[in-house]
């Protein structure tokens, strides 16, 4: 259509996960929600939100968040951006620093977003493929040699559940020219996260999120951590008040009750172990994890198929239509329950 | 800062009207909210969101909203796409739409915001200047000869408070080659709207946001109308998630409240006509307003000096730190008790 900027006409809209109106019976294990449902403290805080206050624009930077996450995370409060999600992060910084002429840079497979984002600002785009052979290990050598203007490292990275030891995200670090995002969404179920990076490296930001490991996908909040100066650039693009008062509020109180939130994900990795064991002893062979989710690759090499015979027993699980991953799913770590419904479901299934 | 591509560099970021931690007795007149509190039940909706769903991902296009858009504004549900605020359509727009040798109009004064997203988006930003001596009126023709590739214009225009006729806008839409980007943000307090212009135009997208005539800018909810072809090109820069399930729940309800909103906007516009009456008779030059706000030219001609002393009385006015605008103050509608607080404050001000 003519309204729209050439890259634009040609590009793909980037495709969610399905969310079914009504979960119902469903064991909902593909898009890496919590089981839990959110800190009891945080629903608290929601209810707090029956008056009029409403009415008034929130604060533009989500001061609540910002103090929060400094107290939690021990960072200073004017290092957090907040976002409305992490997404909301990364369509910041690709604004602010990506455009024709300049280089984004990410392995594969990892979360399409970053490539979409590349797309909407026409910059040039540099997958670094990532192989089966090697584990999906990250080729941080070939990833710095590739020269961004901007690098994106997840970490640890969906679909495959790789994590990048924070003293090889600081090589990288050291050896980039460009701004390193490292995308801690998946952090809280990690063995390490790069938070230490940030005090000597000033080319690193940091992306967490709520939507995860503080159940409140629902509630869209994520932040950026950086120095100020990096911030003030990536700030220049960020919607006016892009995070509402009650996300600000509800999010803070999510992440002050740390109790609730690390009970939360002994649970999930107590889950993530049993799940690997039980689906590797049904000659599947599971891919280590450091996230609420597991890559599989599928014993019958069909991995669509069983994604819609577990649909047919009301268990959703994520199969990318991409040719590479044709004999792989992506499972979420459900609460117990929900694990037994997968594998009942499982072992119902005709395998060939 | 060499992370940053040049445009961002050298742009101001936008700044936003200033929103006090605590607004204890102050009467908050700067940035165009509702003194009313939202609907009774929308925030009967609210108080649902007390359990586990907020662990989930909200419907990727706020689907709850899209529907109650459509029945309220009998238009296809599908027609609507929903935003964090309208701001964030108009970033989608601008992502969609503008580039370097791409071109953005709008006429000035008005929303800083359209001039923001043409900057980031290193477009040829054209702006087509009102006067005072037209009583700012928007030349129409002069904005369709710019020939923009998109081309904003605020109905009722902030901070003027110029409306312009529906059939002036057709006539804009039938001329224009490029997108026209109709922001009905202060549509609610306005004799006409531009909806019946979308059946027949398909360059025509028309903004509304809940924060003005809702008594919703803390929840952020915006969104755009326009045939599904238009929207699928602006879809593509969408934050994924963009509306959490709390907005879109809540949003919804108060949209579905529409006696509780006609007895807000009724209240307003009698206050509107009761601050201009009496700001008229304190020698202000009042401008004909079909929003929520009054521009006012102030006797003295010294609008920044009267913002600050109103300031020091606890009543909060906007000054546009421009010199074209330096005579002037833009003072929102408040209840009859805000109002009261202002002309009170206004009388105590020792005024040359």
Redesign the interface.
């Known amino acids: 259509?003519?309204?729209?900027?050439d890259n634009?006409?040609e590009?793909q809209?980037?495709i969610?996960?399905e969310?079914p109106?009504n979960?119902g019976q469903i064991a909902?294990l593909n898009?890496n929600?919590?089981?839990?449902?959110?800190s009891p403290r945080a629903?608290e805080v929601?209810?707090g939100?029956?008056?009029?206050?409403?009415?008034?624009?929130?604060?533009?930077m989500a001061?609540d968040l910002q103090l929060a996450v400094g107290d939690v995370l021990g960072v200073p409060s004017d290092w957090v951006l907040p976002g409305?999600?992490s997404?909301?992060l990364i369509?910041m910084i690709a604004?602010?620093?990506?455009?024709?002429g300049?280089r984004v840079v990410f392995p594969t497979p990892t979360f399409p977003?970053y490539k979409t984002q590349g797309q909407?600002a026409?910059a040039e785009i540099v997958e670094i493929p990532t192989s089966e052979a090697e584990d999906f290990r990250i080729p941080i050598d070939a990833v710095i040699a590739a020269a961004g203007?901007?690098t994106f490292l997840s970490s640890p990275n969906s679909p495959t559940g790789v994590a990048i030891d924070p003293d090889r995200l600081d090589y990288a670090a050291e050896k980039l020219?460009?701004?390193l995002v490292i995308d801690e969404a998946y952090a809280d179920f990690a063995d390490a996260n790069a938070l230490k990076l940030l005090e000597k490296r000033n080319?690193v930001i940091i992306l967490r999120t709520l939507?995860k490991g503080y159940?409140?996908?629902?509630?869209?909040v994520g932040f950026g951590i950086a120095n100020p100066?990096?911030l003030?650039?990536v700030?220049?693009?960020k919607?006016?008040?892009?995070?509402?008062?009650?996300?600000a509020a509800v999010g803070a109180a999510a992440l002050r009750d740390q109790t609730y939130h690390d009970e939360c994900v002994r649970k999930i990795i107590e889950q993530r172990g049993r799940m690997s064991q039980e689906l590797s002893a049904r000659s599947c062979k599971v891919w280590a994890s450091q996230g609420n989710f597991l890559m599989v690759t599928v014993p019958d090499g069909n991995a669509k198929s069983i994604c819609d015979g577990l649909k047919d027993r009301d268990v959703l699980v994520r199969y990318f239509n991409n040719p590479a991953m044709a004999d792989k799913l992506r499972i979420s770590v459900g609460s117990k329950c929900e694990v037994d419904k997968l594998l009942a479901g499982w072992d119902s299934l005709e395998l060939k």
Chains 1, 2 share one sequence.
Not at 1 to 5: A, D, G, L, P, Q
Request: aromatic share 10%; charged share 25%.
């Open positions: 259509m003519k309204f729209f900027r634009i006409n590009m809209a980037y969610p996960g969310q109106a979960l909902k898009t929600e919590n089981p839990y449902p959110p629903l929601l209810r939100y029956t008056d009029g206050n409403l009415r008034l624009y929130p604060d533009a001061r409305d999600g997404d909301d369509i604004r602010s620093c990506l455009a024709p300049r977003y909407i026409a203007d901007v020219d460009g701004l080319n939507s159940s409140l996908a629902g509630l869209r100066q990096l003030e650039g700030l220049k693009t919607s006016i008040y892009n995070v509402g008062a009650i996300p």
